[in-house]
Structure formats: structure tokens, C-alpha cells
């Protein structure tokens, strides 16, 4: 499994993963939407970033994230906001791998903690999450703007 960057050649394969991710969460997701990510991936100046895993027949998951500040520590922490594994792929190791790959890319960058979140019914991801990190005590709330 190689854990990269993507590039523009990935465009196809991570839109199909993307659109696939969108799909499990119910989320409506429009190419428009997708080509806005894709753009805030490959532009240096935005904070999003992306690393995708690679298998035999291409991509096969794909992971996004960002630094937050954290002012109560007053250190910075990354967030993972998206990270997909295609069906056919799950058990491979790729989704352990690009969560590690994220931490390393924060150890080296001096964040503090990596975060994220996910459905509290994901019971598969969570299975691998309760292994690598400590479920928060924070309990999470959104307001649609």
C-alpha cells in the first residue's frame, strides 16, 4: 500500500472515491462541489490537504485534512475531515495507513493531537479508531449556517 499525495492524474479515481464517501453519509454532492475540493487540494495557499492510498488496481482511499489551532493549549492539532476506503478494500490496511500517515505528517509539523469525528453507527471504522487514538469526552454539536 503507498500512501501519497495525489496527483493530477488521480482526479477520476479520487472523484469516484469522493462521490463514493458522499454517498455513505447521505451528503448531496455535485461535480461542481467535488471540483472546488480537488482545487483546494492542489492549491498550496489553502488548508486542506489530501493523501490518497494506492493499491494494485489504483486508488483505493483517500483521506483529508487540515490544521487547527487549539488556543486553550495554544499549540496547533490536525483535523481529519474525510476519510474513505473503498468497499472492496476495507481490511487492507489503508485506512490505518493514511491515518498514520496524517500523524506522522502532524508529528513532524509539531501538531499536538489529531482529531476527528465520525457516525456514531460506523461500527467497522470505529473497531479500527478505538485502536489507534482514545474516544474524546466531548460530545459534538453543529449549527447549519
Known amino acids: 500500500m503507498l500512501i501519497r499525495r495525489p496527483h493530477s492524474r488521480d482526479r477520476a479515481d479520487w472523484e469516484r472515491l469522493y462521490a463514493a464517501y458522499a454517498a455513505f453519509y447521505h451528503v448531496q454532492q455535485s461535480a461542481e462541489m467535488r471540483a472546488r475540493v480537488w482545487g483546494w487540494l492542489h492549491d498550496p495557499a489553502h488548508e486542506v490537504e489530501c493523501f490518497v ?5 489504483g486508488l483505493v482511499g483517500l483521506a483529508h485534512f487540515r490544521p487547527y489551532a487549539l488556543p486553550l493549549d495554544a499549540s496547533t492539532g490536525g483535523y481529519l475531515d474525510d476519510l474513505f476506503v473503498d468497499p472492496a478494500a476495507r481490511g487492507s490496511g ?24 465520525t457516525a456514531e453507527d460506523n461500527a467497522r ?15 459534538t454539536y453543529e449549527m447549519l449556517l
Open 125 to 139: 471504522a470505529r473497531g479500527l479508531y478505538d485502536k489507534l487514538a482514545k474516544a474524546a469526552q466531548w460530545k
Open 94 to 117: 489503508a485506512a490505518r495507513a493514511l491515518i498514520e500517515a496524517i500523524a506522522a505528517e502532524g508529528r513532524a509539523r509539531g501538531w499536538t493531537a489529531l482529531s476527528w469525528i
Open 53 to 57: 492510498a494506492e493499491g494494485d488496481s
